[in-house]
């Protein structure tokens, strides 16, 4: 379990910082493309009622151009229709449309441009669409295009992504933490294996296979001649010299050899016995 901890953590922490970063800027991106449909929606309005327009602005029907308006915000998207004439005065308005959204003055929209303006029911957007016909211009169509349903998609996108990141989490998580396991377990059978002393020879002797514990193994191997080494200088040192003991040595070690046996010294060992010295050789053993 800690193992695992070990990688998830740092995966939940990278894809946290990830969703914090990304979620906003794709909100970002996704409003922009929202007003950049809603401009091109306005302008293709405004062009196709432009005829019309001129034609019931010329002839100062009051009442066939508030039909009309009427008419044109039928569409759900379509909040409320205005007219602005060139003097900068609200000729012509539906009745939703707001009070707030002038025709003169610093805040008004000129025409060819567009501002999102906020209200208490919600976001709107507003498009000045000037209305030019019969030789003259007549002044600005005004276009209230409500955004409430862009923020409802904004707020969906947001959860999507949120939900996305956390699937991608998930997945990311139990592969992860699979992959680890079985490398875990794979890991800690070579070394039993080695510290049993099995397959030792075949990674020492082939480097293609098992690279991961070839180090090991190598160190293993180091430190099983190391413990032979002292192993047998310490039998060396503690080893009672007699002829059956050479005798021995001769037979297990180097049987089949040819061996010279060469001495600095006499064939006996002596050894202190309390006050007396005791010699050992293959003469027997005797006081002296």
């Known amino acids: 379990m800690r193992l695992s901890l070990r990688f998830l953590l740092p995966l939940a922490l990278v894809l946290a910082v990830l969703a914090y970063a990304v979620i906003p800027l794709v909100d970002t991106l996704t409003l922009k493309w929202f007003v950049r449909d809603l401009e091109m929606r306005s302008e293709l309005i405004g062009r196709t009622v432009e005829a019309p327009l001129v034609d019931l602005l010329a002839a100062e029907s009051k009442t066939k151009l508030h039909n009309y308006f009427n008419?044109?915000?039928?569409?759900?998207?379509?909040?409320?229709?205005?007219?602005?004439?060139?003097?900068?005065?609200?000729?012509?308005?539906?009745?939703t449309y707001p009070d707030s959204i002038s025709c003169d003055g610093a805040d008004t929209v000129v025409a060819g441009k567009t501002a999102l303006l906020p209200f208490p029911q919600g976001t709107v957007?507003?498009?000045?669409?000037?209305?030019?016909?019969?030789?003259?211009?007549?002044g600005r169509l005004m276009l209230v295009q409500d955004m409430s349903w862009a923020e409802r998609r904004s707020s969906d996108t947001k959860w999507y992504l949120f939900y996305l990141f956390a699937i991608i989490g998930v997945v990311i998580s139990l592969v992860t933490v699979l992959v680890a396991h079985l490398s875990w377990r794979g890991w800690v059978?070579?070394?039993?294996?080695?510290?049993?002393?099995?397959g030792l020879a075949t990674l020492i002797g082939d480097q293609r296979h098992g690279a991961d514990l070839l180090p090991v193994a190598q160190d293993l191997?180091?430190?099983?001649?190391?413990?032979?080494?002292?192993?047998?200088?310490?039998?060396?040192?503690?080893?009672?010299?007699?002829?059956?003991?050479?005798?021995?040595?001769?037979?297990?070690?180097?049987?089949?050899?040819?061996?010279?046996?060469?001495?600095?010294?006499?064939?006996?060992?002596?050894?202190?016995?309390?006050?007396?010295?005791?010699?050992?050789?293959?003469?027997?053993?005797?006081?002296?």
């Not at 059978?189 to 099995?198: E, Y």
């Not at 049987?255 to 006499?266: K, M, P, Q, T, Y």
């Open 71 to 95: 008419r044109i915000i039928q569409d759900e998207r379509l909040f409320a229709v205005g007219f602005c004439s060139r003097e900068g005065r609200l000729v012509y308005k539906t009745l």
């Open 125 to 138: 957007h507003v498009s000045a669409i000037g209305i030019e016909g019969n030789g003259r211009a007549w």
């Open 189 to 198: 059978t070579g070394v039993r294996a080695l510290l049993r002393g099995k």
């Open 221 to 288: 191997r180091s430190l099983i001649h190391d413990l032979e080494a002292d192993k047998r200088l310490r039998d060396e040192h503690q080893m009672s010299w007699t002829p059956a003991t050479l005798k021995a040595i001769l037979h297990d070690h180097l049987a089949g050899d040819e061996v010279l046996i060469v001495s600095n010294r006499e064939p006996y060992v002596h050894n202190w016995n309390g006050q007396d010295i005791e010699v050992q050789g293959d003469r027997g053993s005797g006081r002296g």
